[in-house]
T-cell receptor, first 115, second 111 residues
Framework: EPEVTQTPSHQVTQMGQEVILRCVPISNHLYFYWYRQILGQKVEFLVS????????KSEIFDDQFSVERPDGSNFTLKIRSTKLEDSAMYFC?????????????FGPGTRLTVL | AQTVTQSQPEMSVQEAETVTLSCTYD???????LFWYKQPPSRQMILVIR??????QNATENRFSVNFQKAAKSFSLKISDSQLGDAAMYFC????????FGKGTSLLVTP
């Protein structure tokens, strides 16, 4: 069964460093998302992406974040200068088309630890 | 603004028993969907069940069913005949341009 994959599973970085989190969505899906979950808190939407551009973003997704689909399979989230408060689980999700009833398929997440 | 509230941080149920997880929400939309996602220790979130707001009939998927009270903006999940494999975090989510999640309920299943 096709699934969303994410690498790495755990990333440790120093404050101020750049990190790139990688996701491979399900191959025939067209809409991609990043969410994050700070420990003990709810899963929060960061950004959605369609047709090689951002379609929606939350107030969390500020200038230090960027997303890219560098090739036909990968979808990346870059954090330019990490802060302690960026420590969280980051989940990628994809869906075949944009509709309110569509199931979003989630990856296993990347745990980002900023020291 | 949309909000989703899960007021039970933790719940416990014995194997084979029934448990109900609560969720309330608020939205100004008239047409929306509600979801329950399960997040086992492996961390991958899996859709358990979904409900269309304009459908009166409560959704059912095998041992999982919902009690959807639109006027009360309540969307609870009932798990019947609980199994050890049901132990996980359960998130209630409301559709929009993205999913709006509650804080989750950790379900413990005891033998």
């Amino acid at each position: 069964e096709p699934e969303v994959t994410q690498t790495p599973s755990h990333q440790v970085t120093q404050m101020g460093q750049e990190v790139i989190l990688r996701c491979v969505p399900i191959s025939n899906h067209l809409y991609f998302y990043w969410y994050r979950q700070i420990l003990g808190q709810k899963v929060e939407f960061l950004v959605s992406f369609y047709n090689n551009e951002i379609s929606e973003k939350s107030e969390i997704f500020d200038d230090q974040f960027s997303v890219e689909r560098p090739d036909g399979s990968n979808f990346t989230l870059k954090i330019r200068s990490t802060k302690l408060e960026d420590s969280a689980m980051y989940f990628c999700a994809s869906t075949i088309k944009l509709a309110r009833y569509n199931e979003q398929f989630f990856g296993p997440g990347t745990r980002l630890t900023v020291l | 603004a949309q909000t989703v509230t899960q007021s039970q941080p933790e719940m416990s149920v014995q194997e084979a028993e029934t448990v109900t997880l609560s969720c309330t929400y608020d939205t100004s939309e008239s047409d929306y969907y509600l979801f329950w996602y399960k997040q086992p220790p492996s961390r991958q979130m899996i859709l358990v069940i979904r409900q269309e707001a304009y459908k009166q009939q409560n959704a059912t998927e095998n041992r999982f069913s919902v009690n959807f009270q639109k006027a009360a903006k309540s969307f609870s999940l009932k798990i019947s005949d609980s199994q050890l494999g049901d132990a996980a975090m359960y998130f209630c989510a409301l559709s929009g341009y993205a999913l709006n999640f509650g804080k989750g309920t950790s379900l413990l299943v005891t033998p």
